[in-house]
C-alpha cells in the first residue's frame, strides 16, 4: 500500500523559506500525478502544486513564482521549496499521489500526514 511521509515544515517570517519533503513508497501507478494541498484551520484543502510522470509542473496562481514542485526518483522523495514565505501561506501542507488515467490525475489517490508551515509577519 502506498505511504506517504511529509517533513521539513515549521516557522518563519514572511519573506522566508522552507522546503518540504515526502518520502514515498509503494506506489506502482506507471503514470502518476504527485502533489502537495495546504490546508488552514476552519478552511478546506486547497490544492498548491503538482507534477506528474514526465516532471511537468503546475501550481496555484496564488504560489506560482515563490513555490518549485520537485522529486527525487532515486530517493523516492517529493519536495516543494518554498520562498517568499507570506503569512497566507500558513496551513497544514500535505502531499498526495493518485493514478493519471487519460491524462488526468484521479480524484482517489493516497494522502500523507501532513507538516506544518507557520508564517509570521
Not at 513555490?67 to 497544514?92: C, G, H, V, W
Request: net charge positive.
Amino acid at each position: 500500500q502506498v505511504s506517504l511521509e511529509e517533513s521539513g515544515g515549521g516557522s518563519v517570517e514572511a519573506g522566508g523559506s522552507l522546503r518540504l519533503s515526502c518520502v514515498v513508497s509503494g506506489y506502482t501507478y506507471s503514470s502518476f500525478c504527485m502533489s502537495w494541498f495546504r490546508q488552514a484551520p476552519g478552511k478546506e484543502r486547497d490544492w498548491v502544486a503538482t507534477i506528474v510522470t514526465n516532471g511537468l509542473a503546475t501550481y496555484a496562481d496564488s504560489v506560482k513564482g515563490r513555490f518549485t514542485i520537485s522529486r527525487d526518483k532515486a530517493k523516492k522523495t517529493l519536495y516543494l521549496q518554498m520562498n517568499s514565505l507570506k503569512p497566507e501561506d500558513t496551513a497544514m501542507y500535505y502531499c498526495r499521489v493518485s493514478a493519471r488515467p487519460n491524462g488526468v490525475c484521479s480524484s482517489v489517490g493516497d494522502w500523507g500526514q501532513g507538516t506544518q508551515v507557520t508564517v509570521s509577519s
